[in-house]
C-alpha cells in the first residue's frame, strides 16, 4: 500500500444521455463495488448533486453520483482507463474527472 494517494473526484450523472433514462441503481452498485476491488475503495460522497453545464448555447440540469477514489502514482492510469469505460457504461459523452489533491493514511505511534 503506498504511502501516499493522489485523490480524484468523479461525478457520474444518473440519466444516461443516450436514452434520457435514469440508470438503475445496480447499474451504480456493481461499479461500485468492480471500483472499490480495483483500486482498493472508493467513496460516495452524495448521490442527487444537481449540476448545470452549456452545450453550446443550451444549459444543460444534470443529477449526479459524486465519487471520491484515491490511488497511488503507479495506478493513475489504470484509473483513468477505468473512467473512460465508464463513460460507455453510463451512457455519457464525457465524464467530469478531477485531481483533488493527495492524501495520506496515519497511524497511531507504536506503543
Do not use: N
Not at 433514462?21 to 461500485?32: E, I, R, S, Y
Not at 444537481?50 to 453550446?56: A, M, R
Not at 503507479?74 to 485531481?99: I, M, N, P
Amino acid at each position: 500500500m503506498p504511502d501516499t494517494f493522489i485523490v480524484f473526484d468523479l461525478l457520474i450523472p444518473r440519466t444516461d444521455d443516450r436514452t434520457g433514462l435514469v440508470h438503475p441503481p445496480a447499474l451504480f452498485d456493481a461499479w461500485t463495488i468492480d471500483t472499490a476491488e480495483r483500486f482498493g475503495g472508493l467513496t460516495r460522497l452524495g448521490a442527487d448533486i444537481l449540476g448545470f453545464w452549456f452545450d453550446s448555447k443550451d444549459l444543460v440540469e444534470d443529477h449526479s453520483h459524486w465519487y471520491r477514489v484515491a490511488v497511488g502514482e503507479q495506478d493513475v492510469v489504470a484509473l483513468r482507463e477505468h473512467v473512460k469505460v465508464a463513460v460507455s457504461l453510463f451512457g455519457q459523452r464525457c465524464l467530469y474527472f478531477q485531481k483533488s489533491g493527495e492524501a495520506e493514511l496515519v497511524w497511531p505511534d507504536s506503543e
